[in-house]
């Protein structure tokens, strides 16, 4: 049977209501593109008060926060009409407390009910929200992040979920004016007030006043980059960037009249942009309930999200890819958990990286199986400084790795480099700038305003550009050999883990002005413990496994093979990490990416073992 044969009896993907693609494609002499979408941007909502006033009234007793909570662990749930209440008390309480105009409100919680609730009660008070990574708190042993942050947006509160788990940030910090909010327990030694006080205060004029003050210049969060070039920026996300993005991303799936309001179950972080807006915000807008998953995509944690998966069946679900790989093994394993997981599921989002084809097929496999149609696996790009999506796969699609094309509103110019283009973005869901960085906000954008985002991207058909895109990896990570041969990095670096799965977690690619290119792998250790049988085993241990080693050998072998004659992708030399990557040495990122450069820069030592003239046993070698 031929390919096409064979895709034409593939079962039917179930509908998606997609906007049309309709995109305009300007070539300019000197071999740049821009493209953007001709439909008109919908109108969006004046800021994101509005829809919480809207639902409270419109849809008061439907849920719209909920969290497992109590020792018996049962599902704590916020309506709407509850929500606005609460918000507009604490919106009185940090009224009340007159701070500083526009003084931001910093927020040391992963995402929880209360997190959601002062986020929009400062939003309400024109007080920048603004999240901080919790790992800047807990896992940093130096808070240096941490303190830089503070130091760069001075807030004039700080609300904590809990004061004894993040006692030693908060002593880290020097707190002279600043209001201190605890939710659970205070914190010691530090004066500090009731979340449960604020949210009683008595409601007055002054809340609708202030609601009423909003424009859509007015800075709603101040949220930062994850650090993966240096200290991370404060970007500022104005009312009018993050409604005009929620506007943007439903337009591209309009919700039909019909439909019930969307379920969303999702662990992704708040201080990260991807959480925070992306998600959060339209759920918002729609109308939606949004169930807290306290579980994560690791060992350890991932049985969490799957007893949420067997009680809530989402109707529009998000993960990374090795949050897919978990759900998919278990799925395979449980039929009710498939049946509840695609009961109600209309689309299936992936991000962070590239979906292995793989995993795509099998769940794919799984969704046949449990509803009879296949499910469109989408994904969007963009950043913090983009509100963040500003292009979508708003089609249906089998193929994964894809970004899309431009939203309404945006316009997507396109550098020629080398074989591929440098991506840069203009639009209404761009910022305006760094929050009190005017050096680094003018560095940002090009002579004609678009913001250089950094990524690069190739099309799927140079004579279709309605197929859209494909993400080539990030511009200033790539490298030259001494060969004069250019290594996109991005695209390697996610051949080479999916290549030597289960084994590798992640990796370093590395060969700059080198004679070959080399690899610096973290073992995946949950992975390796069990394809060697040994639970306890450690990182030294399992580096030095015949099995693992097999392992790792074998993948790069194979990606070698399916890169006969592209010195480019072949990899010569290898060796395993086993001391884990580190925070504090910017290795590793807020939202858990690796920082290549920074991380080729602490790995010094194993480089020049690497690329020694006689390697060591540690090195793999290949032929």
Same mark, same amino acid.
């Given at each position: 049977m031929n390919v096409q044969a064979a895709a034409q009896?593939?079962?039917?993907?179930?509908? %998606?209501?997609?906007?049309?693609?309709?995109?305009?494609?300007?070539?300019?002499? &000197?071999g740049v593109i821009v493209m953007k979408s001709r439909v008109p941007l919908i109108d969006y909502e004046p800021?994101?008060?509005?829809?919480?006033?809207?639902?409270?009234? $419109?849809?008061? &007793?439907?849920?719209? *926060?909920? +969290?497992?909570? =109590?020792?018996?662990?049962?599902?704590?749930?916020?309506?709407? !009409?509850?929500?606005?209440?609460?918000?507009?008390?604490?919106?009185? #309480? *940090?009224?009340?407390?007159?701070?500083? #105009?526009e /003084?931001?409100?910093?927020? *040391?919680?992963?995402?929880?009910? @209360?997190? #959601?609730?002062?986020?929009? !009660?400062?939003? +309400?008070?024109? *007080?920048?929200? !603004?999240? %901080?990574?919790?790992?800047?708190?807990?896992?940093? +042993?130096?808070?240096?992040?941490?303190?830089?942050?503070?130091?760069?947006?001075?807030?004039?509160?700080?609300?904590? +979920? &809990? =004061?004894?788990?993040?006692?030693?940030?908060?002593?880290?910090?020097?707190?002279?004016?600043?209001?201190v909010i605890h939710v659970a327990r205070p914190p010691e030694g530090i004066a500090s007030v009731s979340f449960a006080d604020m949210a009683a205060t008595k409601v007055t004029a002054d809340v609708e006043a202030s609601i009423a003050a909003i424009t859509p210049d007015t800075v709603g969060k101040l949220l930062f980059t994850s650090g993966s070039t240096g200290m991370p920026k404060a970007v500022i996300n104005t009312q009018r960037m993050m409604c005009a993005n929620a506007a943007q991303m439903m337009q591209t799936r309009p919700r039909q009249p019909d439909a019930q309001p969307p379920v969303y179950l999702d662990w992704m972080p708040w201080n990260h942009t991807m959480g925070g807006n992306a998600l959060f915000n339209p759920l918002l807008v729609d109308g939606g309930s949004l169930y807290i998953d306290d579980g994560r995509p690791m060992p350890g944690m991932i049985d969490e999200t799957l007893r949420n998966l067997r009680e809530i069946s989402p109707s529009y679900y998000a993960n990374v890819p090795a949050g897919y790989a978990a759900i998919a093994g278990a799925m395979e394993k449980d039929a009710a958990l498939a049946q509840s997981f695609f009961k109600n599921i209309g689309l299936m989002a992936y991000g962070g990286a590239r979906l292995p084809d793989d995993l795509y097929e099998r769940m794919q496999a799984l969704a046949v199986r449990t509803t009879g149609e296949r499910i469109v696996f989408y994904t969007g790009w963009g950043c913090t400084e983009t509100s963040p999506t500003s292009t979508g796969t708003y089609w249906d699609t089998e193929r994964v790795g894809l970004i899309g094309l431009p939203f309404p509103g945006v316009e997507l110019k396109m550098v020629p480099v080398d074989?591929?283009? @440098?991506?840069?973005?203009?639009?209404?869901? %761009?910022?305006?700038?760094?929050?009190?960085?005017?050096?680094?906000?003018?560095?940002?954008? &090009? @002579? $004609?305003?678009?913001?250089?985002?950094?990524?690069?991207? %190739?099309?799927?058909?140079?004579?279709?550009?309605?197929k859209g895109l494909i993400f080539s990896g990030r511009?200033? @990570?790539?490298?030259?050999?001494?060969? =004069?041969?250019?290594?996109?990095? /991005?695209s390697l670096r996610t051949d080479i883990i999916a290549a030597a799965t289960p084994v590798v977690q992640d990796a370093l690619i590395t060969g700059q002005d080198r004679e070959f290119i080399g690899v610096l792998a973290w073992p995946n250790l949950p992975a390796c413990r069990l394809l060697i049988e040994q639970p306890e085993a450690s990182f030294a241990d399992v580096v030095k496994h015949p099995k693992v080693l097999a392992c790792f050998k074998d993948g790069l072998r194979a990606h070698n093979a399916a890169s006969v004659g592209a010195s480019s992708r072949r990899i010569a030399r290898a060796m395993f990490l086993v001391e884990p990557p580190s925070i504090d040495g910017n290795e590793l990122t807020d939202k858990g990416y690796i920082n290549q450069r920074a991380g080729l820069e602490r790995r010094a030592a194993q480089m020049a073992e690497l690329y020694a003239q006689h390697p060591g046993e540690d090195v793999i070698v290949l032929k």
């Open positions: 009896t593939k079962p039917a993907f179930r509908k %998606v209501h997609w906007m049309e693609r309709d995109i305009a494609v300007e070539r300019r002499p &000197d800021h994101l008060a509005a829809p919480l006033a809207k639902w409270a009234k $419109e849809r008061p &007793d439907l849920t719209w *926060l909920a +969290q497992r909570a =109590g020792d018996d662990r049962q599902w704590r749930r916020v309506p709407y !009409a509850e929500a606005k209440r609460t918000v507009d008390g604490l919106t009185q #309480a *940090l009224l009340d407390m007159k701070l500083p #105009a /003084g931001p409100v910093a927020i *040391l919680s992963g995402n929880s009910i @209360e997190h #959601a609730l002062m986020t929009m !009660a400062a939003m +309400q008070a024109r *007080l920048p929200a !603004a999240p %901080v990574s919790p790992a800047y708190s807990l896992m940093s +042993q130096d808070h240096l992040k941490l303190k830089y942050l503070f130091d760069l947006v001075k807030p004039a509160a700080i609300m904590v +979920q &809990d =004061g004894p788990t993040f006692q030693k940030a908060l002593d880290a910090l020097d707190l002279t004016g600043i209001k074989a591929k283009y @440098e991506l840069r973005l203009r639009g209404i869901n %761009v910022m305006p700038g760094y929050y009190n960085q005017p050096d680094l906000t003018k560095a940002a954008f &090009d @002579e $004609e305003g678009f913001y250089k985002i950094g990524d690069a991207g %190739v099309f799927v058909d140079d004579n279709d550009p309605v511009v200033v @990570e790539d490298f030259k050999l001494t060969t =004069g041969t250019f290594v996109h990095v /991005g």
